[in-house]
């Protein structure tokens, strides 16, 4: 069944084509609604615990740089069970909330987790003299394998949040990926991903999202300081002057030291649109309508497959979703969003 789109304001409900998939409504915790109120709440309140791993696996790639996994496996896990990965967003890590939330609940229902690193994020911090960005879909299909083969015989998922979402889609539907994915890749979840890049430029550029737009930079100039410290040969930045914004750091940072001809080049190639109508894993993707990094309008434009479900809420902000308690054991919407995706998916 193809994807739906509701009057404004209400949530949209599409149900993939494998079997009746239900997504209950999202209601905003009382005071909390608003794009902004949900995305600021949820980076202040995270419900996360302790966020340590017990086994870290280094991968190595093609162009000398690695990456970080961190192996959350429950006690009574047996070969052949199931196992997801985790892609965090921009500027996050393995320690980022959703991560650690997520992981938690999956390995209560028995379910395995690799949390994943980028390039020079968390553990990874000094393993990586390139940066990472929205086209490495290489990079997660790398550590797609890495599970793989670490967990041979089981049934595979693979969540993406924020940018990571576009990467994944974008390795979901590229060519070169798409006809070697692993046959024990069930099902994806992307969520709030920004798969128009230049649109989600032009949203971060409002005068009202200039706190998300100057709380990236910071962090991402302050990233590429050390990395430069780290390590002689790793790129330098082409900026004398800190960038203002994140376009700007992508035109004078991202784009030539990725092999990208300016910020117009990168977001055109990278953005995950144009490979959507070629996935083929069942693949839930999550948005709001008042997120206010990622337009809404980008995803009712999409033209998708019928593996493909969108799912557009009119409240949760960018991966905030705190909720009224209904039928989840928390307030955590998208948690629970995305692990019953996952588990319907992965059952033998």
């Known amino acids: 069944m193809g994807e739906s789109y509701p009057p404004a304001g209400r949530s949209t409900l599409c149900l993939p084509d494998l079997f009746m998939f239900e ?9 909390l609604n608003g794009g902004h109120r ?8 995270t419900g996360a615990s302790a966020g340590q791993t017990g086994r870290r696996h280094l991968l190595s790639l093609p162009d ?4 970080v996994l961190h192996d959350d496996c429950p006690a009574n896990w047996r070969p052949t069970a199931p196992v997801v990965l985790l892609l965090h967003g921009l500027a996050g890590s393995y320690l980022s909330a959703y991560m650690v939330r997520i992981s938690q ?41 890495l599970v793989q083969q670490q967990c041979p015989g089981s049934l595979l998922g693979v969540a993406g949040f924020s940018l ?9 539907g590229e060519h070169e990926h798409r006809s070697i994915l692993p046959r024990e890749l069930m099902c994806a979840v992307a969520v709030n991903p920004p798969i128009d890049l230049e649109g989600s430029g032009r949203r971060l550029a409002l ?23 780290r390590h002689a040969d790793a790129p330098r930045p082409l900026y004398a002057a800190a960038p203002r914004t994140l376009r ?14 300016g910020v117009t080049d990168y977001y055109e190639r990278c953005s995950a649109e144009q490979f959507v109508p070629s996935i083929m894993t069942p693949t839930l993707i999550l948005t709001a309508s008042d997120d206010p990094l990622v337009p809404s309008e980008s995803f009712e434009r999409l033209a998708c497959p019928s593996s493909v479900t969108v799912h557009i809420t009119s409240g949760g902000g960018h991966l905030g979703y705190l909720s009224r308690r209904g039928r989840d054991a928390d307030c955590r919407w998208m948690d629970w969003r995305v692990v019953e995706w996952l588990t319907a998916h992965l059952r033998p």
């Not at 229902?109 to 940066?131: I, M, Q, S």
């Not at 990571?164 to 974008?170: F, I, P, V, Y």
């Not at 009202?208 to 430069?228: P, S």
Request: charged share 25%; hydrophobic share 40%; proline share 6%.
């Open 64 to 67: 000398g740089d690695e990456l």
């Open 207 to 229: 005068p009202g999202n200039r706190i998300y737009d100057q709380h990236f930079v910071k962090l991402l100039v302050e990233d590429v300081a050390r990395r430069v410290q």
């Open 164 to 172: 990571s979402g576009n990467m994944l889609l974008k390795m979901l």
């Open 23 to 31: 997504i209950p409504p999202f209601r905003s915790l009382p005071l």
């Open 248 to 261: 700007e750091f992508d035109d004078l940072y991202t784009a030539p030291v990725s092999g990208f001809q």
């Open 38 to 45: 949900q995305t600021l709440a949820a980076t202040i309140w």
């Open 105 to 145: 609940k999956l390995r209560a229902v028995g379910v395995r987790t690799f949390r994943l690193d980028h390039r020079g994020c968390g553990a990874g911090a000094e393993t990586a003299k390139r940066p990472y960005h929205a086209g490495r879909s290489d990079d997660v299909f790398e550590a797609l394998c």
